[in-house]
């Protein structure tokens, strides 16, 4: 099931800009995990962020979380043409067990 | 992270015929999980499979259709039953590894019915 809403569906940048996506969620969260696919293939793990955490780094992505608002946000600066993918977040409620709830996605393409 | 390996990585059926997905990883894990992401779509949680107890399967999904096996610690197996173009998906295996929440994904099944 979903329960978190992605905007925009689809973003198209130039080489270098950077990308910010969005996720809205509905129900309290452990944790809120973003990852990417490619051409519809296996999903890449990005990052994971704590719900008693406001902001995560790792390369050139950056994630925050804002649970009072129940959305986040990854960026992805300096972007590169290899970063042309669909990129998911998925929330773990408070009484998931570990299973996780996705996002509709963010399809992003870097034009060079 | 572990190595996920998925068989087989694509292939096209008959209507009515039954494929079987199989998941292997190099480490032992307690819980793998399998999902179906329909064209153009989101993930969807097929069920939960556990080494040494039934799956726990989502709305919607039920055992007769996507019978689950995992014999063991490193290997799963997802069977798709009598299937319909409806069907055509992509599946994927997941596990968690140790302490953390991450999910480490396979690479996928294509699966074209026609």
């Known amino acids: 099931s979903q329960q978190g809403e992605e905007d925009p569906q689809a973003l198209s940048i130039q080489e270098g800009e950077n990308a910010t996506m969005n996720c809205s969620y509905k129900?309290?969260?452990?944790?809120l995990q973003w990852y990417r696919q490619n051409s519809g293939r296996g999903l890449v793990h990005l990052i994971l962020?704590?719900?008693n955490e406001r902001e995560k780094h790792s390369g050139r992505l950056r994630v925050t979380l804002d649970t009072s608002k129940k959305s986040s946000s990854l960026l992805i600066t300096a972007s590169r043409a290899a970063d042309t993918a669909s990129y998911f977040c998925?929330?773990?409620?408070?009484?998931?067990?570990?299973?996780?709830?996705w996002g509709a996605g963010t399809k992003l393409i870097i034009k060079p | 992270s572990a190595v996920i390996s998925q068989k087989p990585s694509r292939d096209i059926c008959q209507r009515g015929t039954s494929l079987t997905i199989q998941c292997q990883v190099d480490?032992?894990?307690?819980?793998m999980f399998w999902y179906r992401q329909q064209p153009g779509q989101s993930l969807t949680l097929i069920a939960t499979?556990?080494?040494?107890?039934?799956?726990?399967?989502e709305s919607g999904f039920v055992i007769d259709k996507f019978p689950i096996s995992r014999p063991n610690l490193t290997f799963s197996t997802l069977t798709v039953s009598n299937m319909s173009p409806e069907d055509s998906s992509i599946y994927l295996c997941s596990l968690i590894l140790g302490l953390t929440d991450e999910q480490f994904f396979g690479p996928g099944t294509r699966l074209t019915v026609l």
């Open positions: 480490s032992q894990v307690t819980m």
């Open positions: 998925a929330t773990a409620p408070v009484d998931s067990n570990y299973q996780l709830i």
């Open positions: 962020i704590r719900s």
């Open positions: 129900t309290s969260i452990n944790n």
């Open positions: 499979a556990n080494q040494g107890s039934e799956a726990t399967y």
